[in-house]
């Protein structure tokens, strides 16, 4: 039975929390300042996770403020905390933005809303990877691949499914995959405790490889395609992702292989125009200089934690969306 990563229980939202992977841990969150809390802390990530869980998180204002007397005015004042609380994936806001109409209507209102809103993403996640799929066997033929991924872009990025292993999955139904090379992704590890946890449970052969090493492996031939997800696609096709996610598109352009970005409509962002105007999260630093409460550095030293990189639109070899295939490297735009 596939697994749902969020979902609304008796007035709460209850989640799994991504900081303790592989571990499976379920935690209940009952106020608004929790909701928030557990985005910034990254117990609740992924762009298309991040946007239902900011029409969730809505749901979970107006259901507090019913309790103690329902004040439409609150419940938009907390949606822009919850809208606030990452500043470079653009589904959290946009997630909260669909549900606010509803407002207005009352808690009822806005959590049926949100609730069809995270049902969606199931149904967008799975037309996308067979998009994906369908693509990269035009591309490479019909014969077992070799893929490349970075971060979690999984059933655990997304309410279920996944995006770019989304299209793995798919192509896991028709026997074309031969192995998954995921990076460990650091600092936070989400490609080693997340992404593999996910490729073990459905069987698939893989690896988790070395960040640094990625884009060698790409030049030594030992990549088909690379398959990544994305937090904002800029109107020009530039591409937000996991720090690490730009040296891969490098890679595959030198080695002639297909990078391909598998995202839901919700992340392509038509307001931005392109990938400098995407603000970067700046993450804490003891998040590299501290790993397992032990810092790995001399007293004084300072760290750079960007959470994203941007790649240029003319590396991206296809943009797979439910709706669509856009191709920006041969000069195909999403807005």
Known sequence: MERTTITWVDGHVETIDQTVLPELRLLRLSTVDEFVDAIKRLVIRGAPLLGAA???????????????GYDPEQVRRDAELIASARPTAVNLRW?????????????DAVLVAALDLAAADVTANKQLGRRGADFLREQLGDRPLALHTHCNAGALACVGWGTALGVVRSLQEDGLVRMVFADETRPLFQGSRITATELAELGLPHRVVVDGAGAGLIARGMVDAVVVGADRIAANGDVANKVGTYPLALAAARAGVPFVVAAPESTLDPATPEGAAIEIEERDPDEVLVVGGRRMAPAGTGAVNPAFDVTPADLVTAIVTERRLIRPALGERPS
């Open 95 to 107: 997630g909260v933005e669909q549900v606010l109409p509803f407002v207005d209507e009352g808690a």
């Open 54 to 68: 900011g029409a969730l998180g809505v749901a979970l204002a107006a259901a507090v403020s019913g309790r103690v």
